[in-house]
């Protein structure tokens, strides 16, 4: 090398950083500051590390003991190993923080102050800056070509993980980094390919010194410019979007809304419109992207306001209360786990109900057919088959048996509603289905209580023909209203002489009372109050008029339904699931079960169909329905433990055979967010 002013007259080119100039080796470490290992593809694992091989100092510290057989590395080959930034350090699963690679004894470069030049400067700087990493302890081929195979599948840059799969094989053979590398330029260069075999070993050297593949530098200036990156056009083409439905946005639709009204209105004159690939693009970015739409949590009411409210404050603290009085089946064989019961209690079982509809000619969307097969589908759905049912995790759907293991009775309900069949589903047959569970229910079990759990639906919430209805009553007494069930002032009136007086709905001559007698009664002065307002109530005001303060009272608000009265009056329980929360109804996921096998079959007239709905409904174990049943209680383990949404559906996907989301979940989780 001749040096002149300071600065190297050649370079020598190759992977070696350490042999460049200061400026070069400068370039080399800002360039890499913010690289890692291959740790984030992959739950790191605990693999061994060759043992190091130590470098002796002209005066050994008597605490280290020193190998009389390691060979001394040069100060040019102990540089040619050390990595350029420090490697961070990778917890593992357990919880406890394991360096990547090991550390040894800290190499160190005999000191001369009279021969050393200024090559040694460089490498005692070099060293000391990054000291914290040995530079010997470089994995082995044989683990990298292991990495490298669990990428393959993964990343995009399949041409340089190809490369290195076969630098890595060669490298295994035996054969040596420069002659590994031009083997692999021959096969891949129609020329000699020197420039491509030098690239692969630096290449190489690079991704066995950080696992990782050098950062892609080209393309991160755009010279290009468009309107999108107008503040205008972006806010308008945002807010257009933002208004329209979700899911009827298309970019045929966004494109003609472009150039008809988004850049006349900004007062842009484009040469020529734009194109329907470019709206196409434009949709990407601004983070629209084409989505197959699945069922699963619903997430558009999931996490509104009221609805959590229910489900963490009264549903969530009600089934674990009850969950210590059920018996729950864990594990991958499902082993049976009994309650610990007091004296006088009894075992809960939980039953789950719901509905689902089935029609004549659903059947698969897709086939394999041969070259001109085809198979005729029939252009409506058919006929409906609406079924009820209950599940539990003990007897799966709700049945009874004799003594020779027939089934006898069944609470599950098929009608067929249409315009020739049946009624459609109303209050009425749920009520007439549900004392038929509970018939069964106390037959098999005598000595145990259920927990019937419904969703919130209309005819689930149906109240009494004398329910108490303040928008059903006139101003005054009689008159052409109904009339309603008596009455007990609740404690929160404001008259705390009337706490717990009951309070009858007519008069002395059986008429039906008035808004204005009710409220009077109860203490309320009506004195300029009118009777309803037109043609609805304000959102925000309790006190607008009569029948408003009177139905806000907890004896009109806290009424309970025709469903839940029947069950109750049974001496059973009776809960409803939250809003938009179908994920914790584990009979959904039994409805799927049954679906998919009932589409798999082609069905030619409706008996067929008829036929392969009980079919399918029988279909499912009592096995599978029961890890529906734990799927639904690791979804309320999650809520209960702060978990919302994607992050819930996430924990609960980490495991299968538990009834709650276990720790190594949260650990997880914990780490992502932190």
Same mark, same amino acid.
Request: glycine share 6%.
């Given at each position: 090398m001749y040096f002149v002013s300071g600065r190297l007259k050649t370079y020598i080119k190759g992977p070696d950083v350490v042999s460049k100039s200061e400026r070069m080796q400068h370039r080399y470490k800002k360039q890499i500051t913010t690289q890692g290992t291959l740790n984030f593809l992959a739950i790191p694992q605990a693999r061994p590390i060759p043992p190091p091989i130590y470098v002796p100092s002209q005066s050994p510290s008597p605490d280290v003991e020193i190998n009389s057989g390691t060979r001394s590395l040069s100060p040019n080959e102990l540089a040619e190993f050390l990595p350029l930034v420090p490697v961070p350090p990778v917890r593992a699963p357990g919880g406890d923080m394991r360096l990547k690679r090991t550390c040894a004894i800290k190499p160190t470069v005999e000191d001369s102050r009279d021969t050393e030049d200024d090559e040694d400067k460089e490498i005692n700087e070099l060293? =000391?800056?990054? +000291?914290? &990493?040995? @530079?010997? %302890?470089?994995?082995?081929? @044989?683990?990298?070509?292991?990495?490298?195979?669990?990428?393959?599948?993964? %990343?995009?840059?399949?041409?340089?993980?190809?490369?290195?799969?076969?630098? +890595?094989?060669?490298?295994?053979k035996g054969l040596g980094r420069i002659a590994a590398s031009i083997h692999i330029a021959l096969s891949q260069h129609k020329g000699e390919g020197a420039w491509f075999a030098? /690239?692969? &070993?630096?290449?190489?050297?690079?991704? $066995?010194?950080?696992? =990782?593949?050098?950062? %892609?530098?080209?393309?991160?200036?755009?010279?290009?410019? &468009?309107?999108?990156?107008?503040?205008? #056009?972006n806010r308008a083409t945002r807010s257009w979007l933002e208004m329209q439905k979700i899911g009827s946005v298309t970019s045929s639709r966004f494109c003609c809304a472009l150039n008809a009204t988004i850049f006349p209105d900004l007062g842009i004159a484009l040469k020529k419109p734009l194109s329907n690939h470019t709206a196409h693009r434009w949709m990407h970015k601004l983070g629209f992207h084409q989505t197959?739409?699945?069922?699963?949590?619903?997430?558009?009411?999931?996490?509104?306001?009221? #609805?959590?409210?229910?489900?963490?404050?009264?549903?969530?603290?009600?089934?674990?209360?009850?969950?210590?009085?059920? *018996?729950c089946y864990e594990g991958e064989d499902l082993k049976r786990h009994e309650p610990n019961l007091q004296p006088g209690e009894k075992r809960i079982i939980a039953q789950f109900h719901d509905e689902s509809c089935f029609h004549a000619n659903e059947f698969k969307s897709s086939a394999w057919l041969k070259q001109g097969q085809s198979i005729l589908q029939k252009k409506s759905w058919g006929c409906l088959i609406h079924v009820s049912d209950f599940i539990n995790e003990e007897d799966g759907c709700l049945i009874q048996h004799n003594a020779h293991g027939k089934v006898i009775r069944d609470a599950r309900k098929v009608i067929f509603p249409g315009a020739s069949g049946d009624s459609w589903w109303d209050t009425q047959q749920l009520l007439v289905q549900v004392d038929t569970a509970m018939d069964i229910f106390d037959a098999t079990h005598p000595d145990c209580q259920a927990l019937f759990i419904f969703d919130q639906s209309s005819a689930h919430?149906?109240?009494?023909?004398?329910?108490? /209805? +303040?928008?059903?009553?006139?101003?005054?007494?009689?008159?052409?209203?109904?009339?309603?069930?008596?009455?007990?002032? @609740?404690?929160?009136? @404001?008259?705390?002489?009337?706490?717990?007086?009951? =309070?009858?709905?007519?008069?002395e001559n059986?008429?039906?009372?008035g808004l204005q007698a009710m409220l009077e009664e109860r203490g309320f002065d009506m004195k300029g109050m009118r009777a309803k307002c037109t043609p609805i109530c304000p959102f925000e005001n309790d006190r607008c008029c009569m029948a408003c303060l009177l139905s806000r009272q907890d004896d009109f608000v806290n009424q309970i339904s025709m469903l839940e009265a029947a069950i109750i009056n049974r001496g059973h329980l009776c809960l409803f699931l939250p809003k938009f929360h179908c994920e914790l109804n584990p009979i959904e996921m039994y409805w799927?079960?049954?679906?998919?096998?009932? &589409? $798999? #079959?082609?069905? *030619?007239?409706?008996?067929?169909?008829?036929?392969?709905?009980i079919q399918s409904l029988d279909a499912c174990p009592v096995e599978t329905i029961r890890r529906f049943i734990n799927r639904s209680w690791c979804f309320m383990s999650a809520y209960h433990l702060g978990l919302m949404g994607k992050a819930a559906e996430w924990a609960v996907r980490k495991q299968k055979s538990h009834h709650s989301v276990v720790q190594h979940a949260m650990l997880a989780i914990d780490s992502i967010l932190n």
């Open positions: 060293m =000391q800056g990054h +000291a914290s &990493c040995s @530079p010997l %302890e470089l994995p082995d081929w @044989p683990y990298l070509c292991n990495e490298i195979d669990k990428v393959l599948d993964k %990343e995009k840059k399949l041409n340089q993980y190809q490369l290195l799969h076969s630098f +890595a094989t060669l490298r295994i030098r /690239r692969i &070993c630096a290449l190489a050297r690079h991704f $066995e010194k950080y696992e =990782q593949l050098p950062i %892609e530098c080209r393309g991160g200036r755009c010279k290009g410019s &468009c309107h999108l990156d107008d503040e205008d #056009v197959i739409l699945q069922k699963g949590v619903y997430m558009d009411g999931h996490e509104r306001e009221d #609805v959590i409210h229910y489900r963490n404050d009264i549903f969530l603290p009600t089934m674990a209360k009850f969950e210590s009085h059920m *018996a919430a149906s109240l009494g023909p004398d329910a108490l /209805r +303040a928008f059903d009553m006139n101003k005054g007494n009689g008159g052409k209203q109904r009339k309603q069930k008596d009455t007990i002032i @609740p404690c929160t009136n @404001p008259t705390i002489s009337m706490h717990g007086k009951p =309070q009858k709905m007519t008069n059986g008429e039906a009372k799927g079960y049954a679906k998919y096998r009932y &589409c $798999e #079959v082609f069905k *030619a007239t409706f008996a067929e169909a008829k036929q392969t709905t």
